[in-house]
């Protein structure tokens, strides 16, 4: 069967993560480690720990959990649909150590009723911490839903914070 996607694990600070490229060289998946490993899995998955757009995506996010990295600089390839993929788009123009609520995202994207809406796409982000879905919380400011984890969420906030010297620390409570 021929290779179609190639994958790599990586650990870090929020767990072992799972890196997915598919032949068009760009990045397609970040999985996490409790994720259920038959859950929007593609089929004819490889192994490669030598596929570039790995090894660039992982040591994006080393320098990223180091605090040398604020932007990533990566070649990615949505597979959503069209209101999914603007979300998604939406995501990745939040500022490191910034965040907005499911309303300003449905705001931004010229759909302001469409927080729920905005809140499921967020919830199928197909690349976490590179597509930053954590700097999203509730229009209280609390914390809310993260397919990484509520603890991952705080923590990857967190570091952002620290990293752009705002001192008030994120707390699940």
Request: hydrophobic content about 35%; proline content about 5%; overall charge positive.
């Amino acid at each position: 069967m021929k290779k179609t996607y190639s994958t790599k694990t990586m650990d870090s600070p929020v767990g072992r993560l799972t890196l997915v490229a598919n032949q068009k060289r760009k990045l397609i998946a970040i999985h996490w480690e409790k994720d259920d490993p038959d859950f929007d899995q593609p089929e004819n998955m490889e192994e490669d720990m030598h596929d570039p757009v790995l090894l660039k995506t992982e040591q994006q996010l080393k320098e990223y959990f180091s605090g040398e990295r604020q932007i990533f600089s990566l070649d990615l390839d949505f597979n959503g649909t069209a209101f999914q993929k603007d979300v998604w788009n939406a995501l990745l123009t939040i500022p490191f150590g910034e965040t907005r609520s499911y309303g300003d995202i449905a705001r931004q994207i010229g759909n302001p009723k469409s927080v729920r809406a905005v809140g499921a796409a967020n919830g199928k982000n197909p690349l976490p911490i590179v597509v930053p879905c954590h700097r999203v919380i509730g229009s209280s400011g609390k914390l809310v839903g993260f397919g990484g984890g509520m603890e991952n969420k705080a923590l990857l906030l967190n570091l952002e914070k620290t990293k752009t010297g705002r001192q008030k620390q994120i707390s699940l409570f």
